[in-house]
């Protein structure tokens, strides 16, 4: 349904194998059951933010409490959007963008999970670059961040695949010891924009004053 006042409904990144949106309350159900089944090796904890440590119920809950909180504080100046990542089977896991003075900053970053039983195939890749596309065609973005803590590697060769260069390292601490974070940063110039090929972006035209973004870009 076509909202009047909430135009980032109508947003829907496609790739060849995904569709990238908001999620509907149920669909909010299913990624509660996902995150519920585990994200990660129990044993590591590749997140800054220790959130599957939680019981699996806790977990459950957690994605529809992050899910309103984030919309309930969205702000041109300052914004989250958790799409969700939807394949032919279903609901796989959760592709963040975010943005602070993006009208004056025209920078990005992402963060994202994926069911245990959805890695190793690639999405995490077509994913990061559904929301890239969104963020330098559409949104006419410079530059795209992204963090990821030492020991999470699968994340790290993601962010190496789409471009990324290093960026700094900082030092953070997650379960009571100290890990390094590192940081990663993609400019527009090496944006591997023909590494996932056939990307569409739907719906964005009235999102972008919501955005920051102004006009679509030239």
């Known amino acids: 349904m076509r909202l009047r006042h909430w135009p980032l409904n ?16 149920e669909e909010l159900d299913a990624l509660g059951d996902l995150a519920a089944e585990g994200v990660h090796d129990p ?53 963040e ?10 920078e990005v970053r992402t963060g994202s999970w994926l069911g245990l039983r959805h890695q190793g195939q690639g999405i995490g890749t077509e994913m990061r670059a559904a929301v890239l596309h969104l963020a330098f065609t559409s949104l ?3 530059a795209a961040h992204s963090a990821v803590v030492a020991r999470n590697p ?9 471009g990324y260069r290093d960026n700094g390292v900082g030092r ?6 100290a890990v ?17 090929e056939g990307i569409e972006v739907h719906g964005v035209e009235r999102c972008l004053p919501l955005l920051g973004a102004g006009d679509p870009p030239a």
């Open 140 to 142: 006419g973005a410079e």
């Open 10 to 25: 109508d947003l829907v990144i496609r790739t060849p194998r995904l569709e990238l949106r908001l999620p509907a309350p």
């Open 97 to 106: 963008i975010t943005a602070r003075d993006f009208a004056e900053t025209r």
């Open 154 to 162: 699968r994340s790290l060769r993601v962010s190496r695949r789409l």
């Open 43 to 95: 044993g590591e904890m590749p997140f800054v933010l220790p959130w599957t440590d939680a019981s699996p119920e806790e977990r459950a809950r957690g994605v529809f409490l992050h899910h309103w909180r984030t919309l309930g504080a969205f702000a041109r100046d300052d914004w989250q959007l958790p799409l969700a990542v939807f394949t032919a089977s279903g609901v796989v896991g959760i592709q």
């Open 172 to 177: 953070l601490k997650v379960r009571g010891q």
């Open 180 to 196: 390094e974070d590192l940081h990663l940063r993609l400019e527009r110039a090496d944006w591997r924009s023909d590494l996932v």
